[in-house]
């Protein structure tokens, strides 16, 4: 170990043989986080939880990972009433975790008026919410790991230099306007400064099943290139933060809105990549907008009246193909799980 040494990478001469050694030994983009990273490297994801929930696989653990950037609406209440509906028909337990690691997007109190639409809705979680913005010090860890196993490296590439990069080599295209990131620091910054944090996407098509969607597939070198983990401004990437969250969560099916489908496969690769179990998924059908485009904030939804939890649950379940119920509450969601059982496929690990 060389910690104490002068850090690799960004500093390091590029020696003669014009092959840039990985710097193993960074963990942090920040100049005083290195020090914090190699203590945390002997935290280990594997947490003893992690292992006794998969390991038995008969127990069921959904979750309901809203982002904090304002109140539920119709949309996110669809996706909440599926993952409680597919964890209460399992038998299993539902949990919530507020996904606010994009700090800039998150609004002051939005947490708790989710928490509280979605308990005015019947569905409590079974445990406390989590906050992601204070599991930095678990994405850290992941981080590490992925260094020290040659699976991340620091990119130095702003924004302008992938789209010259990409446009040196005839690509101008926009994939959901992120750009397909073309490997420009794979084999070192090349005296640049490290911005973000990077996975070394493998080759290959990443295969899954997905119990709506049935038999998907995508090819993410070719289709998103090596993703971001850890961004330029600091912030922890969504990939990163769902499959750390998921596997030391203990869950075993993601039930989430289609939207959501095309990261499934770049979460699929950081789960191996990080010895992570594999949980089933399940996309659920979308609520849309005016336009057409899931309902959001951006195309006129409007924060749930959760004064009249049943109009708000009816249309929720309208979206999910369940039949309209009468009040009260509880009863409702009891005939939704005994559908739920009926029409979606149920997990069979
Ligand atoms: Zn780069």
Redesign the pocket.
């Known amino acids: 170990m060389s910690a104490a040494g002068p850090p690799q990478g960004a500093n390091a001469p590029s020696g003669g043989t014009g092959r840039s050694v990985m710097p193993r030994n960074v963990h942090s983009v920040g100049p005083s986080s290195a020090r914090f990273a190699v203590q945390l490297r002997a935290r280990t994801l594997r947490e003893p939880a992690v292992h006794e929930v998969t390991s038995v696989g008969a127990t069921y653990i959904g979750r309901f990972a809203p982002s904090p950037t304002g109140p539920l609406h119709a949309g996110s209440l669809a996706a909440a009433l599926a993952s409680w509906l597919d964890a209460r028909a399992h038998a299993g337990r539902w949990l919530v975790r507020i996904e606010d690691v994009d700090t800039p997007r998150c609004v002051p109190g939005a947490a708790e008026t989710i928490l509280q639409q979605l308990a005015a809705c019947g569905l409590a979680p079974d445990e406390p919410a989590v906050l992601q913005s204070r599991r930095g010090a678990m994405y850290e860890a992941a981080l590490a790991r992925l260094v020290d196993g040659g699976l991340a490296y620091p990119?130095?590439?702003s924004r302008k230099?992938?789209e010259q990069a990409l446009a040196a080599r005839g690509y101008a295209r926009q994939r959901h306007a992120e750009l397909v990131?073309p490997g420009?620091?794979r084999a070192g910054?090349g005296g640049r400064a490290a911005?973000?944090w990077?996975f070394r996407t493998p080759p290959g098509t990443v295969a899954w099943r997905d119990r709506r969607l049935g038999p998907q597939q995508q090819d993410v070198a070719h289709e998103v290139g090596d993703f971001v983990l850890k961004r330029a401004d600091g912030l922890w990437a969504y990939q990163l933060a769902v499959v750390v969250d998921d596997a030391l969560q203990g869950i075993t099916q993601v039930v989430r809105g289609e939207d959501l489908a095309d990261n499934t496969a770049r979460q699929l690769m950081l789960q191996e990549a990080l010895g992570l179990p594999r949980p089933g998924y399940l996309h659920t059908p979308l609520v849309l907008g005016p336009d057409g485009e899931k309902l959001s904030k951006q195309n006129g939804a409007r924060p749930l009246d959760t004064g009249q939890p049943m109009e708000a649950l009816n249309a929720a379940a309208a979206v999910l193909g369940l039949t309209p119920q009468a009040a009260p509450v509880a009863r409702a969601l009891g005939a939704w799980q005994a559908q739920w059982a009926d029409s979606y496929n149920l997990a069979r690990d």
Request: net charge positive.
């Open positions: 990119c130095g590439c230099d992938i990131y420009t620091c910054l911005r973000a990077r």
